[in-house]
């Protein structure tokens, strides 16, 4: 990728037509990761999407989205969450590399919303959560808790967990995106004023595929 001017627009298709490619096991980052590329991108970046996705091993963007060096500025945390290192990485891509579009990937089955319905639910049947459990891992649970908390009404017990989970990983994107805007005076006047894109993405582990939402 040059310092070309992309558009949200043309930045959002270029990753459809990527993760294409990437269901399609129809593969190009092989013809874009060279030694000529490291010379290339020594100095300068130009990533024309940032996407802030989920720590989880079987979803590296760049492949999903069948990208190269310098293609994508990936912020990875696990559960997508949106704390202020994550907003300020946001921040740094969208005013010093010009970044048109931001992507909050979201997974099928992610731990980290697995772990928030598991801890939740607990709650509700037996008072309690799990005290044994990091303080540091409770912390990345407290960000998610208020995306799943109104969900609970749709849970009748230890059946209907995957069908809960499902939709509290969508919740969880949503609320990502909501707080990138609300957190950021930076990006929601970029936001306002029609230069960058935010947008919410589910990527499905069973069959690679990427929905935006």
């Known amino acids: 990728m040059t310092g070309d001017v992309m558009t949200a627009d043309e930045a959002?298709?270029?990753?459809?037509?990527?993760?294409?490619?990437?269901?399609?096991?129809?593969?190009?980052?092989?013809?874009?990761?060279?030694?000529?590329?490291?010379?290339?991108?020594?100095?300068?970046?130009?990533?024309?999407?940032?996407?802030?996705?989920?720590?989880?091993?079987?979803?590296?963007?760049?492949l999903v989205f069948d990208q190269g060096l310098g293609e994508l500025f990936v912020i990875r945390v696990a559960g997508n969450i949106a704390a202020e290192s994550q907003i300020g990485s946001v921040e740094y891509a969208v005013t010093q590399l010009g970044t048109p579009l931001v992507v909050v990937l979201g997974h099928t089955n992610c731990g980290a919303v697995t772990a928030t319905v598991e801890a939740l639910t607990a709650r509700s049947r037996h008072g309690s959560e799990d005290d044994n459990e990091?303080?540091?891992?409770?912390?990345?649970?407290?960000?998610?808790?208020?995306?799943?908390?109104?969900?609970?009404?749709?849970?009748?017990?230890?059946?209907?967990?995957?069908?809960?989970?499902?939709?509290?990983?969508?919740?969880?994107v949503y609320a990502t995106v909501r707080g990138l805007q609300q957190n950021s005076r930076i990006i929601s006047d970029r936001v306002d004023?029609?230069?960058?894109?935010?947008?919410g993405a589910e990527y499905s582990l069973e069959n690679g595929e990427v929905a935006f939402l």
């Not at 269901?23 to 010379?39: E, K, M, S």
């Not at 849970?155 to 989970?165: E, F, I, K, R, T």
């Not at 004023?193 to 947008?199: H, I, N, T, W």
């Open 12 to 62: 959002l298709q270029r990753l459809r037509d990527g993760n294409a490619r990437f269901v399609a096991h129809a593969l190009g980052v092989a013809d874009v990761v060279n030694h000529t590329r490291f010379a290339d991108l020594a100095y300068a970046q130009h990533p024309f999407a940032v996407i802030l996705g989920c720590s989880d091993s079987r979803v590296p963007a760049e």
């Open 134 to 172: 990091s303080d540091n891992i409770k912390g990345i649970v407290e960000f998610i808790r208020p995306s799943v908390e109104p969900l609970l009404g749709d849970h009748d017990g230890v059946a209907d967990q995957s069908y809960l989970v499902g939709k509290a990983v969508r919740a969880n």
């Open 193 to 199: 004023s029609g230069v960058l894109r935010v947008v």
